[in-house]
């Protein structure tokens, strides 16, 4: 499998998963014409997608799904309660869902794919693992904390998208008002820096070799800083980040390289 980001960020997030002439695209955050200008770089007729896959219905993963379904009538697969606001608010899209409760798996050949719920303030937000070629790929974001239901979904991950969002004394510092600190750093928010390293740290012990620092934000959070932070906590665990694992952060804007699974 190979993985690539075309946006990750809080305005913004989609990425694509590759394996035999198969294409998932996981999120539409961004515009319909970033999705189709980064698939042409890719080689990728967005025709030729099997599915959309989508986390949950705030705009930073819904924000170009409408053209998309406008243009190419594609199959969408996200929770039941994600699937009732996406009714509310793209028209016409009732025939392509394919609604998938939580820790429900299905196939999409040549990829199975299991779904997991995730803590964050959406209607029913999920994650997703990815298993081909006896490979696993799991992208997990907007969590406001990391529950049993997630670590035993991401365990066994070659390679995973994990969510390190802010740093909690920017946060706490920073201008934003109160009820939007609260929510950021809520149960149902996202993930610190640390959080995230943490999550990411389980999976490098059981044996995961690529680590993806994803939904970045840009007020609180700087990729050198969340690298900086996941490093510190690996070292700490005896792990070196340079050597025993590949560490990235998502580009927020751009295509990121192709990662293999």
């Known amino acids: 499998m190979e993985l690539r980001t075309l946006a990750s960020g809080s305005s913004g997030n989609c990425a694509l998963l590759s394996h035999q002439g198969a294409h998932l695209l996981i999120d539409a955050g961004v515009s319909c014409r970033r999705i189709t200008t980064a698939l042409d770089i890719c080689g990728i007729d967005p025709r030729s ?96 904390h990391v529950t049993p239901e997630v670590l035993s979904a991401v365990s066994g991950a070659h390679l995973l998208v994990c969510e390190s969002n802010h740093d909690v004394d920017w946060v706490l510092s920073g201008p934003y008002p109160y009820p939007l600190k609260r929510r950021i750093l809520g149960e149902q928010g996202h993930l610190s820096n640390e959080a995230g390293a943490r999550l990411a740290l389980t999976c490098v012990e059981q044996g995961a070799k690529t680590v993806l620092l994803a939904h970045l934000s840009a007020e609180n959070n700087t990729p050198a800083h969340a690298l900086m932070t996941a490093e510190t906590i690996f070292r700490a665990a005896g792990i070196d980040p340079h050597r025993d694992v590949l560490l990235a952060a998502a580009p927020r804007n751009e295509l990121s390289p192709r990662y293999e699974v």
């Open 49 to 144: 997608l099997s599915a959309i896959l989508i986390t949950h219905e705030h705009s930073d993963h819904i924000a170009g799904l409408a053209t998309l379904m406008k243009k190419y009538r594609l199959p969408v697969y996200t929770s039941p309660g994600t699937a009732r606001q996406l009714c509310y608010r793209i028209a016409a899209i009732e025939d392509v869902l394919h609604p998938v409760s939580p820790s429900d798996s299905f196939d999409l050949p040549p990829f199975h794919i299991t779904a997991f719920p995730t803590p964050h303030d959406a209607a029913q937000s999920m994650g997703f693992t990815f298993e081909a070629a006896h490979r696993k790929a799991a992208l997990v974001t907007d969590l406001g």
